[in-house]
């Protein structure tokens, strides 16, 4: 992975978040709340960092998806100017 993707508040949040989709997976699967009930706070730190590294994933996902849109329709600045 590239260092473009540092520890963040958006991986924080987006580790939370995979960690509430989790627990609604268990929930379906197992017809009974997960021990945490979605509190990410009571996730031992290598859970977190599980969780973390799924986060940080996605994000280059969508970054080099961004990049690719760019790099294949590059902007035109010179739009609408006559040379």
């Not at 963040?8 to 939370?16: F, G, H, N, R, Y």
């Not at 799924?54 to 760019?70: G, H, P, S, T």
Request: glycine share 4%; net charge negative; hydrophobic share 30%.
């Amino acid at each position: 992975m590239t260092n473009i993707i540092k520890e963040s508040d958006d991986v924080e949040i987006l580790a939370q978040q995979i960690h509430k989709v989790y627990c609604a997976y268990y929930q379906n699967r197992h017809g009974k709340n997960y021990w945490t009930n979605g509190d990410y706070s009571l996730l031992d730190e290598e859970t977190k960092e599980a969780d973390r590294y799924m986060a940080r994933f996605i994000l280059k996902r969508e970054f080099d998806n961004v990049m690719r849109q760019i790099s294949s329709n590059p902007i035109d600045y010179n739009l609408g100017k006559t040379n």
